[in-house]
């Protein structure tokens, strides 16, 4: 049998990218200033921060969910997030998914309690006073499925 396991080639750490100015030093605090990126990521960055699309293809455990949720949440810090709007619609297959990603959100959010972007899901599972509260009052983020879309 041959197995390959490609390592992922190592980037910056966003407290990096904060000091030369390509990210918000508060995309930093949120994401952790220390984690190391893979270049992938660092990539991804790059071609989000010229408005360009781009698809993201890698193994699992590479950091995919970074790749997006990294210029969207530096995006959001620097265009009012005081202003509660929907800017970023994350459309996932599977409420398994969305759970992931919404406690990988809670995670980071420890690194920075103080975050002023706010996210939140919207599944069949939501309880009818959390789809108000959402209506009321927008997250920034929006993670959701197909159906509910």
């Given at each position: 049998?041959?197995?390959?396991?490609?390592?992922?080639?190592?980037?910056?750490?966003?407290?990096?990218?904060?000091?030369?100015?390509?990210?918000?030093?508060?995309?930093?605090?949120?994401?952790?200033?220390?984690?190391?990126?893979?270049?992938?990521?660092?990539?991804?960055?790059?071609?989000?921060?010229?408005?360009?699309?781009?698809?993201?293809?890698?193994?699992?455990?590479?950091?995919?969910?970074?790749?997006?949720?990294?210029?969207?949440?530096?995006?959001?810090?620097?265009?009012?997030?005081?202003?509660?709007?929907?800017?970023?619609?994350?459309?996932?297959?599977?409420?398994?998914?969305?759970?992931?990603?919404?406690?990988?959100?809670?995670?980071?959010?420890?690194?920075?309690?103080?975050?002023?972007?706010?996210?939140?899901?919207?599944?069949?599972?939501?309880?009818q006073e959390d789809r108000q509260r959402i209506?009321?009052?927008?997250?920034?983020?929006?993670?959701?499925?197909?159906?509910?879309?």
């Amino acid at each position: 049998m041959l197995q390959l396991n490609p390592s992922l080639e190592a980037g910056p750490t966003p407290g990096d990218l904060a000091a030369d100015g390509i990210l918000h030093n508060e995309t930093a605090a949120f994401f952790g200033e220390n984690i190391r990126l893979y270049r992938h990521q660092e990539e991804a960055l790059a071609i989000a921060r010229r408005g360009e699309p781009y698809i993201v293809t890698t193994g699992t455990g590479s950091g995919k969910s970074l790749t997006y949720l990294v210029p969207i949440y530096d995006a959001i810090v620097r265009s009012n997030p005081e202003e509660h709007q929907v800017r970023a619609l994350i459309v996932y297959p599977m409420n398994a998914l969305i759970n992931s990603q919404e406690q990988a959100l809670n995670n980071f959010l420890k690194n920075l309690p103080s975050s002023k972007v706010r996210f939140d899901q919207y599944t069949g599972q939501t309880r009818q006073e959390d789809r108000q509260r959402i209506l009321d009052d927008p997250p920034h983020i929006l993670l959701t499925n197909y159906v509910m879309l």
